[in-house]
């Protein structure tokens, strides 16, 4: 039986088709997903993300802590600064990809996927043993709601008086929306501008209700995970258990630099992560494009002459792009004459960096 | 949840048939109810004009953003048509799936079986969702 968020019968009354994601009863899209899509490419998108987990560190060694549990710098992030970060088992493998919010000196908020944050938590608080800091698991106390897209701040500047202007990419405040008292974060995983507003469980319909009213002169959508999927897929964003995997270090998904090995004292994954860090992998994480209309999908072989040289990690369709996209790990060095197995039909495909869409700043 | 057409034959994997009456052609389509599970439909793959099918026979697939289906035939015969106009725009299967999203047509060699009624289609499909 997968868990309701708060919001579960306001996605009833859209007439959204629910998903089971992660134990969560999750909207996967409330009409068209396409139009989902362009809606947050070009104006705004509205999303239910309240299957995510808030992990609460605090102490005044609540920074140390984190630098210990996690691969990042974090007692360095100023407070109100945010930053993507990863946490690492013993041999360097990824547990989770997440963001830490600094919310005080000694406060910390770490948003973990909804896979995993109980074993984050868990962790967390296993590895913030010695320090001076607590953690505290209250995702059950929170809804999460972002608004992504380039109408996002006007649409939610009509609804509060923080300075979205003054907030930067990866900043957080606390302040009052639609009269909830929320922290507004500048983040999102959809390669739009856009805000995640953190709202206690009973502020969050009618929170929606609000954006929902408000967007709506300018075309704003609510939007689903199958969208947010293909978004954040066109902007070459990770998502765990697709790019990101216990098997896989930081270093192995190209994103080697989220690690600190310059921080003080010792982190979990440091003496596996130290020597591989200048070490090429022997696969790369890539982005593929098709020439023809079938699509890459999850776990189909990436071939060269018939040899297989990779494997696809995520695949759809591209709106932006018109073609389908993938990405995928793929031999370092193959960069030609690249086919997707498809159901056994040799599908050519061209290798691209990524992102396959950045947009204009 | 959509309408069922009454005048229309279905399979259990969410196929209509029409056009069973004077058992020389029919046309074959997906059911508005498989549009709608599927989501946006981005891609049609049809058989050959000229194929010959034996009913229950994967000859094509329909692709959309989340996932991948097959089209199977649901009688057998040879493929006399196929509707080139939604390999060309995949989503006439979401807007007309009963109408312009309809996929090819086959002349029937022999009796088709295993077909439901509107009404038999009717209870699978509100009874698994």
Same mark, same amino acid.
Not at chain 1, 14 to 22: K, N, P, R, S
Not at chain 1, 145 to 155: F, L, T
Not at chain 1, 303 to 321: F, R
């Given at each position: 039986?997968?868990?309701?968020?708060?919001?579960?019968?306001?996605? /009833?009354?859209?007439?959204?088709?629910?998903?089971?994601?992660?134990? @969560?009863?999750?909207?996967?899209?409330?009409?068209?997903?396409?139009?989902?899509?362009?809606?947050?490419?070009?104006?705004?998108?509205?999303?239910?993300?309240?299957?995510?987990?808030?992990?609460?560190?605090?102490?005044?060694?609540?920074?140390?802590?984190?630098?210990?549990?996690?691969?990042?710098?974090?007692?360095?992030?100023?407070?109100?600064?945010?930053?993507?970060?990863?946490?690492?088992?013993?041999?360097? %493998?990824?547990?989770?990809?997440?963001?830490?919010?600094?919310?005080?000196?000694?406060?910390?908020?770490?948003?973990?996927?909804?896979?995993?944050? +109980?074993?984050?938590?868990?962790?967390?608080?296993?590895?913030?043993?010695?320090?001076?800091?607590?953690?505290?698991?209250?995702?059950?106390?929170?809804?999460?709601?972002?608004?992504? %897209? =380039?109408?996002?701040? /006007?649409?939610?500047?009509?609804?509060?008086?923080?300075?979205?202007?003054?907030?930067?990419?990866?900043? %957080?405040? +606390?302040?009052?929306?639609?009269?909830?008292?929320?922290?507004?974060?500048?983040?999102?995983?959809?390669?739009?501008?856009?805000?995640?507003?953190?709202?206690?469980?009973?502020?969050?319909?009618?929170? @929606?209700?609000?954006?929902?009213?408000?967007?709506?002169?300018?075309?704003?959508?609510?939007?689903?995970?199958?969208?947010?999927?293909?978004?954040?897929?066109?902007?070459?964003?990770?998502?765990?258990?697709?790019?990101?995997?216990?098997?896989?270090?930081?270093?192995?998904?190209?994103?080697?630099?989220?690690?600190?090995?310059?921080? =003080?004292?010792?982190?979990?994954?440091?003496?596996?992560?130290?020597?591989?860090?200048?070490?090429?992998?022997?696969?790369?994480?890539? %982005?593929?494009?098709?020439?023809?209309?079938?699509?890459?999908?999850?776990?189909?072989?990436?071939?060269?002459?018939?040899?297989?040289?990779?494997?696809?990690?995520?695949?759809?369709?591209?709106?932006?792009?018109?073609?389908?996209?993938?990405?995928?790990?793929?031999?370092?060095?193959?960069?030609?004459?690249?086919?997707?197995?498809?159901?056994?039909?040799?599908?050519?495909?061209?290798?691209?960096?990524?992102?396959?869409?950045?947009?204009?700043? | 949840?959509?309408?069922?057409?009454?005048?229309?034959?279905?399979?259990?994997?969410?196929?209509?048939?029409?056009?069973?009456?004077?058992?020389?052609?029919?046309?074959?389509?997906?059911?508005?109810?498989?549009?709608?599970?599927?989501?946006?439909?981005?891609?049609?793959?049809?058989?050959?004009?000229?194929?010959?099918?034996?009913?229950?026979?994967?000859?094509?697939?329909?692709?959309?953003?989340?996932?991948?289906?097959?089209?199977?035939?649901?009688?057998?015969?040879?493929?006399?048509?196929?509707?080139?106009?939604?390999?060309?725009?995949?989503?006439?299967?979401?807007?007309?799936?009963?109408?312009?999203?309809?996929?090819?047509?086959?002349?029937?060699?022999?009796?088709?079986?295993?077909?439901?009624?509107?009404?038999?289609?009717?209870?699978?499909?509100?009874?698994?969702?």
């Amino acid at each position: 039986m997968s868990r309701p968020t708060p919001l579960r019968d306001i996605h /009833e009354s859209l007439g959204a088709t629910l998903t089971d994601f992660a134990g @969560w009863l999750m909207p996967l899209r409330y009409g068209s997903e396409s139009a989902e899509h362009n809606a947050v490419r070009e104006r705004a998108g509205l999303f239910d993300l309240s299957h995510m987990g808030e992990i609460f560190v605090t102490g005044p060694q609540a920074g140390q802590a984190l630098d210990h549990a996690l691969v990042g710098h974090l007692s360095a992030l100023a407070v109100g600064r945010a930053r993507y970060t990863m946490i690492v088992n013993e041999q360097g %493998g990824v547990l989770d990809d997440l963001i830490v919010y600094r919310l005080g000196d000694e406060e910390f908020m770490v948003v973990a996927n909804a896979s995993n944050y +109980p074993m984050v938590a868990a962790r967390l608080t296993e590895r913030a043993s010695g320090f001076g800091a607590s953690v505290e698991d209250r995702s059950d106390q929170y809804a999460l709601i972002a608004v992504q %897209g =380039p109408k996002a701040q /006007e649409i939610l500047a009509t609804l509060t008086d923080a300075d979205l202007e003054g907030l930067k990419y990866y900043a %957080g405040l +606390p302040g009052t929306v639609a009269g909830a008292e929320a922290l507004i974060a500048r983040t999102g995983y959809t390669g739009e501008d856009g805000f995640e507003l953190f709202v206690a469980n009973a502020d969050a319909a009618p929170l @929606w209700h609000a954006l929902t009213k408000a967007g709506e002169p300018y075309g704003l959508l609510p939007a689903g995970l199958s969208s947010r999927d293909t978004l954040r897929l066109e902007a070459g964003m990770p998502l765990y258990g697709n790019e990101l995997n216990a098997s896989l270090t930081p270093f192995d998904a190209g994103l080697g630099r989220v690690v600190k090995f310059d921080k =003080p004292g010792d982190f979990v994954g440091r003496a596996a992560l130290e020597p591989v860090k200048d070490v090429p992998p022997r696969r790369r994480l890539v %982005g593929l494009v098709a020439t023809g209309r079938r699509v890459p999908r999850h776990g189909f072989p990436v071939t060269k002459d018939g040899v297989v040289v990779g494997e696809v990690t995520s695949g759809a369709p591209s709106q932006t792009l018109g073609k389908p996209i993938a990405m995928a790990y793929v031999d370092t060095g193959i960069e030609e004459g690249l086919a997707v197995d498809i159901r056994g039909s040799q599908e050519a495909v061209d290798l691209v960096e990524l992102p396959f869409y950045r947009r204009n700043k | 949840m959509s309408t069922i057409p009454d005048d229309l034959s279905y399979t259990k994997e969410h196929e209509w048939v029409a056009g069973l009456d004077d058992g020389l052609t029919v046309t074959v389509g997906i059911t508005a109810y498989a549009a709608e599970a599927l989501g946006d439909v981005v891609f049609v793959q049809l058989p050959e004009v000229g194929t010959t099918v034996e009913a229950g026979d994967s000859i094509g697939e329909v692709e959309s953003t989340k996932s991948v289906s097959e089209i199977y035939a649901p009688v057998g015969g040879e493929v006399v048509e196929v509707n080139q106009a939604v390999v060309d725009k995949p989503d006439l299967v979401n807007s007309e799936p009963y109408g312009e999203g309809w996929m090819f047509r086959v002349r029937l060699e022999g009796d088709p079986e295993d077909l439901l009624s509107a009404e038999e289609y009717t209870a699978l499909t509100s009874g698994d969702n």
